[in-house]
């Protein structure tokens, strides 16, 4: 599965998705310990979390309490994981969207991400959603008047396409069985290119899925003569 500059590879197969109008993908386990958060760097991800209704959340990137307390209000959870960032939506959640914002977009207006503005307050409650924002240096104003703005949307949608949930996430299975291949940094673009010349389990399942079968190809370089031509100095005499 490809998105923008990542490659996933599943060690869960290809899990069904359309369960609900959204869905993202993630790499899904049991809740973590503190120590288990900090040793994972979970902090440093946004992330999935579902409940024993299969409903799922997002959190942006958040200490433990912070996260501990956040999802206080969504049930039991049964699994949390790093979001590898890619979704799909239903047709129907798609021209609702385009329909709600039609003001905007037709404007040029505004600017919205899906993290926080869309799956984040259509699934945290508004304490969380707005505690959150207001980290991120939004106005309290501003972030409960989206929040607000996004409930109604989903009351609205679900009212007429309740066929399926809101918000879901496919498990690609737990974040140290797959491989998660990474561009988008610098140090990153080195390291995952640099991986290719490894002599590992990954790099072999990297060589498959680049199709690479020898150490050099399509290579335009040439190699050259080893043979180093020598040339005496002239002399130099003092006088």
């Not at 899990?15 to 900090?38: F, K, R, V």
């Not at 990137?61 to 799909?88: D, I, N, R, Y």
């Amino acid at each position: 599965m490809f998105w923008g500059d990542q490659i996933f590879v599943p060690s869960a197969g290809t899990p069904a998705s359309g369960a609900n109008h959204a869905d993202i993908l993630a790499c899904l386990g049991p809740m973590p310990t503190q120590e288990e958060w900090a040793e994972k760097g979970l902090d440093k991800y946004g992330l999935i979390a579902v409940n024993d209704k299969g409903q799922a959340t997002q959190v942006e990137k958040v200490s433990f309490a912070t996260a501990t307390k956040l999802l206080a209000s969504f049930g039991t959870v049964v699994a949390v994981g790093p979001s590898l960032g890619s979704f799909s939506m239903s047709a129907a959640l798609l021209l609702a969207l385009l329909d709600e914002f039609a003001t905007e977009l037709e404007g040029k207006t505004a600017k919205l991400d899906s993290d926080p503005d869309f799956w984040m307050p259509l699934t945290l409650s508004g304490e969380a959603y707005t505690s959150v924002m207001v980290q991120k240096g939004v106005p309290l104003g501003v972030a409960a008047k989206h929040y607000g703005r996004m409930q109604g949307f989903k009351a609205g949608f679900l009212a007429v396409h309740n066929g399926a949930g809101m918000f879901g996430a496919v498990d690609v299975g737990p974040l140290d069985s797959c491989y998660w291949w990474d561009y988008g940094l610098l140090k990153l673009y080195r390291k995952n290119n640099l991986l290719a010349t490894a002599d590992t389990e990954e790099a072999m399942a990297l060589h498959k899925f680049m199709r690479i079968t020898k150490r050099v190809m399509y290579s335009e370089v040439r190699r050259r003569s080893s043979r180093v031509s020598m040339h005496s100095s002239p002399s130099l005499s003092s006088s």
